[in-house]
């Protein structure tokens, strides 16, 4: 049992790092605020998840206290998410290379 | 008995968290829940016991869900980004919740900000949510029916 453990975790930390890395590269490469956050609150997310998994098997963190905290990062990464994003709009920080806009068609004209 | 759901539902998480079952933690977790349920302001749904275990199985149908969402949104943006060419077609649009509850609106941004290239931005009166993609040049149905989906689900989980 120990070895496959250890072998899930390394999987694990392997994944994890990788996510971690290309959501680090998203943040460089995507255009403006929203593609950004797509980078960063998902892959981000995803990946300390998969770190956070490895440091269940690996190290004596509690099994508890790992899987409260897992859930609490996929609550609140999302939300996070949304929140700058919100904020970036209503600052009218532009997008990039939009398609469409249905927001700026509802919202009302600037003072 | 409205402070006996919170506890309830907040124990779990205490002894999860301090990993340790004995009986003065037992009283010292329920001390602290309690606490927390005086502070929290009253909920207003009641809760009806007899749909409870109907409900708890639409949470872990709608927690399944969500993480093979999640699964599939990581891999989805991590080929965007690592492609050489970039293939994104970014757009703001608008989706109906199609439910006038804001707990059901709240919790359907949420699953929508975790599904593939989808990212809430605004809510406005109506509940209509206007999401932010990074491909909005699928066609429209697709996401009207998964929002459909996630509202049945919902409105199983909290009536």
């Not at chain 1, 390394?10 to 790092?17: D, E, K, P, R, S």
């Not at chain 1, 532009?94 to 004209?109: F, M, V, W």
């Not at chain 2, 929508?112 to 932010?132: A, C, R």
Request: proline letters at 6%; a neutral charge.
């Amino acid at each position: 049992m120990q070895p496959i453990l250890e072998l899930i975790a390394i999987l694990a930390v392997i994944g994890g790092t990788a996510f971690s890395i290309t959501g680090v590269l998203g943040l460089v490469r995507l255009p403006d605020v929203y593609t950004r956050l797509h980078a960063t609150g998902k892959v981000g997310v995803f990946g300390v998840v998969l770190l956070l998994i490895a440091a269940l098997l690996l190290t004596p963190l509690g099994l508890g206290k790992g899987l409260v905290l897992i859930v609490l990062l996929l609550i609140g990464g999302p939300v996070t998410a949304h929140a700058l994003a919100s904020a970036a709009y209503r600052i009218r920080i532009p997008l990039k290379h939009a398609l469409r806009d249905d927001l700026a068609e509802t919202s009302e004209p600037e003072p | 008995m409205r402070y006996l759901w919170v506890m309830i539902s907040l124990l779990p998480v205490y002894l999860a968290l301090t990993a340790n079952l004995e009986v003065s933690n037992l009283i010292v977790g329920a001390l602290l829940t309690l606490f927390v349920a005086v502070l929290l302001p009253p909920m207003q749904r009641s809760i009806n016991v007899a749909r409870l275990p109907g409900a708890l199985l639409a949470l872990l149908q709608y927690i399944i869900v969500l993480m093979i969402e999640l699964i599939r949104s990581g891999l989805q943006v991590a080929r965007i980004v690592l492609s050489p060419s970039l293939p994104i077609r970014p757009g703001i649009i608008a989706i109906p919740s199609g439910t006038n509850s804001e707990l059901a609106t709240a919790l359907s941004a949420h699953a929508i900000s975790v599904t593939p290239g989808e990212l809430v931005v605004e809510i406005d009166d109506q509940g209509v949510m206007y999401t932010h993609c990074l491909d909005a040049s699928q066609p429209e149905e697709a996401r009207l029916f998964a929002q459909r989906q996630r509202h049945d689900l919902l409105r199983r989980i909290i009536q």
